[in-house]
């Protein structure tokens, strides 16, 4: 039972690089996220997706897009990579009712822009 | 508007001590609320939820949570620490209109010392 897999786990580029971030999930799930974590700043909501076909920006989206083709996979990419960009970034997925709540988080995406 | 307020970024503690970390929220809806915690060099792990009914919720690990709706609170304790809580924890809210959507704290670090 893999839950949320995140692919790389590590990641170095050059400023002006692109890439794409892979979050997969095995569960399910509707909803979709990903977040970014900074130190003293907790994580915060780059942006998310509530169904396949959907996404939608968080608190944080400039300099970055989402897709959502499938429903198990949520993509996160940055076309031109600035160093304001180094973080780690989480991947979670969520099922959500009135009486239940379940959130899977993947294990992040180091990332370092230089 | 929503807004988490964890107001310690450190607690240093020793061991077998209590802590308290302070959560403090704001949100013109009903929420439901969560600490995580973060371990060094891992992922977030689910500490304890507060969905609905009883306002005190209690984890495996002897951590525990009181939602105080009149003060928009959600402390955590846990009466005895080991070495091994030492991590970083944080507090999170999902408002019920949100698509699951979580807001975190800034984090709270806890080092215990023998």
């Known amino acids: 039972n893999a839950g949320v897999t995140q692919t790389p786990k590590f990641r170095v580029l050059k400023t002006g690089q692109s890439m794409t971030l892979l979050c997969a999930q095995d569960?399910?799930?509707?909803?979709m996220y990903w977040y970014r974590q900074d130190p003293g700043m907790g994580l915060r909501l780059i942006h998310y997706s509530v169904g396949e076909g959907t996404t939608a920006k968080g608190e944080v989206p400039d300099g970055y897009n989402v897709s959502r083709l499938k429903k198990q996979n949520f993509l996160l990419g940055l076309e031109s990579a600035a160093p304001s960009q180094t973080s780690v970034y989480f991947c979670a997925s969520s099922t959500y009712t009135e009486s239940t709540y379940g959130y899977t988080f993947g294990s992040g995406t180091r990332l370092t822009v230089v | 508007a929503q807004s988490v307020t964890q107001l310690d970024s450190q607690v240093p503690v020793f061991e077998e001590a209590p802590v308290e970390l302070r959560c403090n929220y704001s949100?013109?809806?009903?929420?439901?609320l969560f600490w995580y915690v973060q371990y060094p060099n891992q992922g977030l792990q689910l500490l304890l939820k507060y969905l609905s009914g009883s306002t005190l919720v209690e984890s495996i690990n002897g951590f525990e949570a009181e939602f105080n709706k009149s003060q928009t609170s959600f402390h955590l304790r846990k009466p005895s620490v080991h070495i091994s809580d030492t991590a970083e924890y944080f507090c999170?809210?999902?408002?019920?209109?949100?698509?699951?959507?979580?807001?975190f704290g800034a984090g709270t670090q806890v080092v215990v010392t023998p």
């Open positions: 999170a809210v999902l408002r019920t209109d949100s698509w699951g959507k979580l807001q």
């Open positions: 949100s013109s809806v009903s929420v439901y």
């Open positions: 569960m399910n799930h509707e909803y």
